[in-house]
């Protein structure tokens, strides 16, 4: 985390403040973590976090619309890429969401491992998928007329049908909180199996309410259920 850094313009010294409480958010938990620990990580006074945010809560609201402008960001390019056809958007859409979802190293697992774990914490990390419904959902919606138009895929309100999609497509948060109780080889390997069975459930739901042949969405790279089990080992040994 951050020490204290001088000179700072405004956006900067708020962006830094987003970074501190974001990163104690997922290692403490949102409801263990005070405003003072954000301006301890953040070396900023008390009237230095007050000239920025009125509250713990206001903090928050600025942070959930930084993370939804990046997610949105990230999916531009699936509207703005010239020369593709509806299909082809989707491929995109799911590479995107694929590539977001990578664990790269036990840090950023120890991450998305406490998270999961703050029982306390599960209405912050339902405003945290409504974040991630609300930047995608206008991205995706358009992707879908696209389809509509084409006769790609068979579904009457893409209004309806993006925001139901892509709540779908984020439900096996419930299944990779169950890969805790895995203890033994034989348990991890029957975690890693339910997590792939729910991956391909809700590919296999969303193919069926798209019209588009079986199989064709996939949610996360094939190593994901491994990778995460395999982390969640080596992050829980080492605690």
């Keep these: 985390m951050s020490g204290r850094r001088k000179n700072l313009k405004p956006e900067e010294r708020r962006s830094q403040i987003f970074d501190c409480a974001q990163e104690l958010f997922l ?4 409801a263990r973590t005070s405003i003072n620990d954000i301006m301890s990580a953040a070396g900023v006074s008390k009237g230095a976090f007050y000239h920025h945010f009125d509250s713990k809560e206001a903090m928050v609201e600025g942070l959930m619309d930084r993370y939804s402008n990046q ?11 010239e020369g593709l056809d509806a299909m082809a958007r989707y491929m995109m859409y799911l590479e995107i969401l694929r590539d977001r979802q990578k664990i790269a190293e036990p840090k950023s697992m120890m991450l998305v491992i406490t998270s999961l774990l703050n029982e306390e914490d599960v209405a912050f990390q339902d405003r945290l998928m409504e974040a991630v419904v609300a930047a995608v959902v206008p ?8 389809g509509i138009e084409e006769g790609t895929f068979q579904i009457d ?6 925001p139901l999609i892509v709540r779908i497509a984020n439900q096996h948060r419930y ?13 991890q ?4 199996q339910r997590i792939n069975d729910s991956l391909n459930m809700q590919g296999l739901a969303i193919d069926r309410l798209l019209g588009i042949p079986d199989r064709s969405t996939q949610l996360r790279n094939d190593d994901y259920a491994k990778d995460f ?5 080596q992050a829980t040994s080492s605690q």
């Design 157 to 162: 309100d893409p209004q309806t049908a993006a």
């Design 71 to 81: 997610i949105r960001c990230a999916y531009d390019a699936v509207i703005e890429t």
């Design 139 to 146: 991205v995706f919606s358009e992707v879908l007329r696209l």
């Design 229 to 233: 089990v395999g982390n969640l080992r």
């Design 189 to 192: 390997k029957a975690a890693v």
């Design 27 to 30: 290692t403490k938990g949102y």
């Design 175 to 187: 299944v990779l909180r169950s890969a805790f109780a895995a203890r033994t080889p034989e348990e």
